[in-house]
């Protein structure tokens, strides 16, 4: 179980740019500062992206990803980049390049989906990190935050809430839906925006770590709470529930991504994309 999390998928291999990862930092801190060093937040810099610049943010593969860094830089990925000339990303994408790096050391590591009640008092942002085994538990990092800035372990984050604890909370009347989505002033949020992270959360576990605006099928409720309670079940050891969810997700062509996806993306493209 723990060797397919060690091998890249499709959406994490570094392809013919894989040797910019051979002398990447062993130590997660500097690991994640490296990562930080490639890829720049389209919405929290500070910084204003426009046209192509926006665009980046639907770099779904990580060759396109360290591609567009090379462009610039054809340089070690540890050599300083200047904040706004950074591949312009989001969270996933600082996920993306750091379970990357650790695959191709033969570590284990996966994308995770849910939410971040650390940025804020009143509000769950909606938020990827990555999480890896480190010989003797599977252990939450968020690569994005530069741990200068917060109170806390940055390469541990247990108070991370996976895309499957909200579903059961919420649907156990514990947490106010509403709290929980992409912004509090837009319209991304609730009951639906939920459901539809339980999803998100099963196909970045199963290899398919698709942008956080790439939609494909739907699910029930009831589908939901199935889901939502393998998941948790794997997260504390069960094989069997991890076993389940796999053979769930490539038999069901309502759970399972297909060839193509709609990209709904905050760089106002909206369309179909093969993947």
Known sequence: MMQRYREQTRFSTPGPLAALLDDLPEDLPS??????NVVVPF???????????????????????LQLDQERFPAPL???????ERVVGC???FTLLTIAALRHRGVPARSRVGFAPYFAEDWNYDHVVAEYWNGRRW?????????????????????FITAAQAWTAHRRGLIDADRYG??????????????????????????DEVLLWDQWGAITDRTADELAELLLSA????????????????????LRLGGRVRCMSPSGFDGWVAV
């Open 31 to 36: 690991l994640m500062a490296t990562v930080r």
């Open 43 to 65: 919405r929290a810099a500070g910084i204003t992206f426009a046209g192509p610049r926006l665009a980046e943010i639907d770099s779904r593969w990580l060759t396109r990803i």
């Open 78 to 84: 540890a050599e300083p980049r200047p904040e706004a």
């Open 91 to 93: 969270c996933r994408d």
């Open 139 to 159: 252990v939450f990092a968020d690569a994005q935050l530069d741990p200068a800035q917060y109170p806390f372990d940055t390469a541990d984050v247990p108070q």
């Open 182 to 207: 992409f912004d509090p002033a837009l319209p991304f949020h609730g009951h639906q925006f939920l459901l539809d992270e339980v999803l998100l959360e099963l196909a970045h576990r199963q290899g």
């Open 235 to 254: 997260d504390r050891g069960d094989f069997d529930a991890e076993r389940e969810l796999t053979k769930r997700y490539e038999s069901d062509p309502s």
